[in-house]
């Protein structure tokens, strides 16, 4: 009776060669995490720019959103009482928020315009970069 089996060198080396190419593909796949990852937190404060935005139309006041880098969060105030309505923290994505180009404060009016316009570029460690605008208007775009 003849057997054809593997010898224990054949195995190491097949795992070896799997080990390398693992390896290989390791910084892909933590590229792409942080990737996705720019791309959610960059659609989240979207969504509390344009939430701020609603509660200064439905509340007839201004509502400013106020980023704070130290703690890496963005809070949301109703200005009529001055009380904090949301804050959205960030922070631990490893993620950066340069100055907006009208500074931390972006303010809406009761109209759902913005005081100024002011573009915000997120960065992550990769070096990708993503862009928010908001329109004197108060439109919010990702670019």
Do not use: C
Request: no cysteine; aromatic share 4%; charged share 20%.
């Amino acid at each position: 009776m003849e057997q054809d089996g593997k010898t224990l060198a054949e195995l190491m080396v097949v795992a070896g060669i799997v080990t390398m190419v693992s390896l290989m593909g390791i910084p892909n796949f933590l590229g792409l995490h942080s990737g996705s990852q720019l791309q959610s937190v960059t659609r989240e404060i979207a969504s509390d720019l344009r939430l701020a935005r609603q509660l200064a139309l439905t509340n007839r006041d201004r509502v400013r959103i106020v980023i704070d880098t130290e703690q890496q969060e963005l809070i949301t105030q109703l200005d009529k009482d001055t009380t904090t309505h949301h804050i959205y923290r960030y922070g631990g994505k490893g993620l950066i928020i340069e100055e907006p180009s009208a500074g931390w404060d972006i303010q809406f009016q009761p109209s759902g315009r913005t005081a100024s316009p002011t573009t915000i570029q997120i960065h992550n460690r990769e070096g990708q970069t993503k862009t928010l605008t908001v329109s004197i208007t108060g439109r919010i775009s990702i670019l």
